[in-house]
């Protein structure tokens, strides 16, 4: 089968059929994930406190981003690949704004990269518009954006009528106006339950919520978290599997059977040794 593209996506949307993406972060795992079937692969900034041992997403690089990427382009056959844009890899200017982002349709082979924005974020509503324009496919991100957490001062839920919240019109006016840019869809990140329904309402392409709730157009997880690999429990989430407690077994017994001289046999060796 060949790659999901954009109109397959709209598609699924139009017909009502919610809409399943991941994040992956490497070949193995990302392979994996594309066989299972779902629609969109996110290879997130996450990466920084999921995968690459960081505290969290900020220190990121444009190079560790584009060889995450490739990665899993190189590993998949049928997702649809979307690369996160990491801090500062846009909004400084324009020109290396727009340019960043193709570097990873021309160096990765991603099929669409997806930008945080703030409420009413003109600067980056600016890009997208360009991006989409040059035909740079753009996925909006509204609600909790992570890139802003020193700005911002937790992960709080968003949506909500408090001062540690963006409020709900600032939501859905921010998610139309990426629409209105181009953007083919827009996350939406611990955003309260009736703001999330009420952005999705207010917009015709695809919401695709994370600790957002039940109304909104798909879902999108950190893959960590649902396979239970280095990741603690959050309530946004769900764990599928316990990887950890798997990876921790295998290797326990691979430690005793070298320690024990189990392992090797003469089925590992090569020109194995008769033994009289």
């Given at each position: ?9 709209s ?54 981003a ?35 982002a ?115 157009d ?5 893959v ?53």
């Open positions: 089968m060949s790659r999901t593209t954009i109109p397959d996506l598609e699924k949307y139009a017909g009502g059929t919610p809409l399943s993406m991941l994040t992956a972060y490497d070949a193995p795992i990302a392979r994996q994930v594309d066989r299972a079937g779902v629609d969109m692969i996110l290879v997130g900034d996450s990466a920084g406190d999921n995968h690459l041992g960081y505290d969290d997403t900020l220190p990121v690089t444009m190079e560790e584009l060889s995450n990427t490739g990665a899993v382009v190189r590993g998949t056959r049928e997702a649809f690949i979307v690369a996160d844009m990491p801090f500062l890899s846009y909004g400084t200017s324009l020109s290396e704004s727009v340019e960043n193709g570097r990873f349709l021309k160096e990765a082979d991603a099929d669409a990269v997806k930008l945080e924005t703030a409420p009413y974020g003109e600067a980056t509503i600016e890009i997208v518009d360009r991006c989409t324009e040059l035909g740079i496919p753009v996925q909006g991100h509204v609600g909790l954006t992570p890139q802003r957490e020193n700005q911002i001062g937790g992960a709080y839920v968003q949506g909500r009528d408090t001062d540690t919240s963006t409020t709900g019109e600032a939501l859905v006016e921010t998610a139309q106006r990426l629409e209105e840019a181009g953007a083919f869809s827009v996350v939406l990140e611990t955003v309260s339950e009736p703001v999330a329904r009420r952005v999705t309402e207010a917009v015709d392409v695809p919401t695709i919520g994370i600790g957002s709730g039940r109304y909104v798909g879902q999108v997880l950190v960590s978290d649902v396979l239970g690999l280095g990741a603690e429990p959050y309530s946004l989430s769900k764990q599928y599997a316990d990887l950890d407690s798997a990876i921790r077994s295998a290797v326990e017994q691979y430690v005793a059977e070298v320690e024990s001289g189990e392992f090797p046999t003469a089925e590992n060796a090569f020109d194995p040794i008769e033994e009289g």
